[in-house]
Nanobody, 121 residues
Framework: QVQLVESGGGLVQAGGSLRLSCAAS????????MGWYRQALGKQRELVAT???????NYADSVKGRFTISRDNAKNTVYLQMNSLKPEDTAVYYC???????????????WGQGTQVTVSS
């Protein structure tokens, strides 16, 4: 099992910044992808950004140029730096860790408990 603990959410005015952190513990070997997803009230969960163990990143179009995902493999921690926040970024943000087998097949997804980000206009 993998445990993910998020921190860093909160209330910020539009144009402000927040930094989310997600620390992984437990059976962390073979974690390949880590990332952030978000779910706004009444909407489906959506991808925000992902980063693989080699460092390649992927972003949703809505956050490109404003958000930056990074990963500290030594600390088993992934970060999401969010700048120029907009009211539409308001959501619960979830950390995700994905395990891949040695043969490259999907194994499992793990999720954090979520952290609320609220951006006021």
């Amino acid at each position: 099992q993998v445990q993910l603990v998020e921190s860093g959410g909160g209330l910020v005015q539009a144009g402000g910044s927040l930094r989310l952190s997600c620390a992984a513990s437990g059976s962390i070997f073979s974690i390949n992808n880590m990332g952030w997803y978000r779910q706004a009230l009444g909407k489906q969960r959506e991808l925000v950004a992902t980063i693989v163990s080699g460092g390649s990143t992927n972003y949703a179009d809505s956050v490109k140029g404003r958000f930056t995902i990074s990963r500290d493999n030594a600390k088993n921690t992934v970060y999401l730096q969010m700048n120029s926040l907009k009211p539409e970024d308001t959501a619960v943000y979830y950390c995700n860790a994905r395990k891949i087998t040695v043969s490259g097949d999907y194994e499992a997804d793990y999720w954090g408990q979520g952290t609320q980000v609220t951006v006021s206009s």
